[in-house]
């Protein structure tokens, strides 16, 4: 996707890190190290060598250890929130405002210890349905939150112990240290499929799926997706009556002059190049509006 739209013309900053309002100003302070940053400039390539992590699941990267060795207890011991009796957590760290044991949404399950740990004795497997409102209010999800307590136990490395009662009495214990996904467990090419067809299968054709899905394991030889190699071409037609009202329909074009990006209604004509921001909008009925970060 970020090759389409580099060759359509959809560029960035050019001194992104540097201004006065770039990255290095924002997130850092005067002790940055500008020969360190650069010092491999376009000869190591971090992505590849260490790699990055992976969210397996549609949850905060922190609650990632927590799904992980409650899903291999599941998978273990085939258990089923009805034979569980409690669940205790032990984290490394202190949970803080991330112990939310009655998560008001299934969004908010995505920053609770609590849903995140009862969540794969609900759903099998943990995708983007599980962080639903209509899996969150489910009678099994309420009655599977109020066994879940966690513990601080404070340790040199992150991870997660689960601590499993079982009504028949039995006692299971699992850990997990470096969740699947990580740099130092990565997910393994099914495993990456199956989070990948989660996501493609909301947006993509069915027809698609898989032509895309090779794609990114080729990401140098892109082959035309439904007659057309266009990003917009990837995704269903929206409904031009659905308007979703948007803070930036009345700036001035003059708050952009440094930034090049392009809007396309959903018939691919151009609409306007002037959204000074770094996230994506539909203000406008059948447009998607991609914008790079600005200074």
């Avoid at 060795?69 to 803080?96: C, F, K, W």
């Avoid at 009678?139 to 991870?159: F, I, Q, W, Y």
């Avoid at 032509?211 to 394991?217: A, S, T």
Wanted: charged share 25%; net charge negative; hydrophobic share 35%.
């Amino acid at each position: 996707m970020s090759e389409h739209l580099a060759r359509g013309g959809l560029l960035s900053h050019d001194a992104i890190f540097e201004s006065p309002r770039g990255y290095v100003s924002v997130l850092f302070d005067d002790r940055f190290d500008w020969d360190g940053f650069l010092a491999d400039a376009g000869t190591v390539f971090h992505l590849v060598d260490p790699g990055f992590n992976i969210k397996r699941y549609p949850a905060q990267i922190g609650m990632q250890p927590v799904i992980n060795v409650m899903s291999d207890l599941r998978d273990t011991y085939h258990l089923t929130q009805e034979d569980v009796a409690t669940v205790e957590i032990e984290l490394s760290r202190n949970p803080g405002h991330e112990s939310r044991p009655n998560p008001t949404s299934g969004l908010d399950g995505k920053f609770s210890f609590e849903y995140c740990a009862i969540i794969p004795l609900v759903t099998n497997p943990v995708g983007i349905d599980s962080f639903s409102d209509a899996t969150r209010f489910t009678p099994a999800v309420d009655e599977a939150l109020t066994k879940v307590s966690l513990r601080h136990n404070p340790g040199d490395r992150p991870r997660a112990n689960a601590i499993v009662t079982m009504k028949d009495g039995r006692v299971l214990k699992g850990e997990c240290r470096d969740f699947r996904g990580s740099i130092r467990n990565p997910m393994t090419r099914d495993e990456h499929y199956v989070k990948y067809l989660d996501c493609a299968k909301r947006v993509l054709r069915p027809e698609d799926i898989d032509r895309v899905r090779d794609n990114g394991r080729e990401p140098g030889r892109v082959s035309p997706t439904s007659g057309s190699s266009s990003p917009s071409s990837l995704l269903p037609p929206r409904d031009k009556s659905d308007r979703r009202d948007s803070p930036y329909d009345t700036l001035s074009p003059s708050i952009a002059k440094d930034v090049q990006l392009r809007a396309f209604d959903a018939e691919g004509s151009p609409l306007r190049s002037w959204f000074p921001c770094g996230t994506l909008l539909h203000g406008v009925p059948g447009a998607m509006v991609f914008m790079p970060c600005t200074a």
